[in-house]
């Protein structure tokens, strides 16, 4: 099994910073990719940011030059630092990992807890 785990979400004013951080642990062969999604309040569940470890880095466009996602490969962990945020950027935010266990020969998307995020005006 693969567990996901969140930090670093909180509570902060329009235009301030936030890092999230997600470490993976388990037994696995391969992470081929982690990313953060988010859901905000009445909508479904949205990519944020992508980094495989084979193809460029990804992002949404309304994140794009004011989040950063950064990845340690050699520690399996994954973060967003979050710049100049606005209300619209309030949701819970969702680790998540593409990854190939011993077990399936497919690769299988695992998901942290989330992380709630919330700016105020």
């Known amino acids: 099994q693969v567990q996901l785990v969140e930090s670093g979400g909180g509570t902060v004013e329009a235009g301030g910073s936030l890092r999230l951080s997600c470490a993976a642990s388990g037994t696995f062969v391969e992470i081929k990719a982690m990313a953060w999604y988010r859901q905000r309040p009445g909508k479904e569940r949205e990519l944020v940011a992508s980094?495989?470890?084979?193809?460029?880095?990804e992002y949404a466009d309304s994140v794009e030059g004011r989040f950063s996602i950064s990845v340690d490969r050699a520690k399996n962990i994954v973060q967003l630092q979050m710049n100049n945020l606005t209300p619209d950027d309030t949701a819970v935010y969702y680790c998540?990992?593409?990854?190939?266990?011993?077990?399936?020969?497919?690769?299988?998307?695992?998901w942290g807890q989330g992380t709630q995020v919330t700016v105020s005006s």
């Open positions: 998540n990992a593409n990854v190939r266990t011993p077990y399936i020969i497919d690769y299988v998307d695992y």
């Open positions: 980094s495989p470890r084979y193809t460029p880095v």
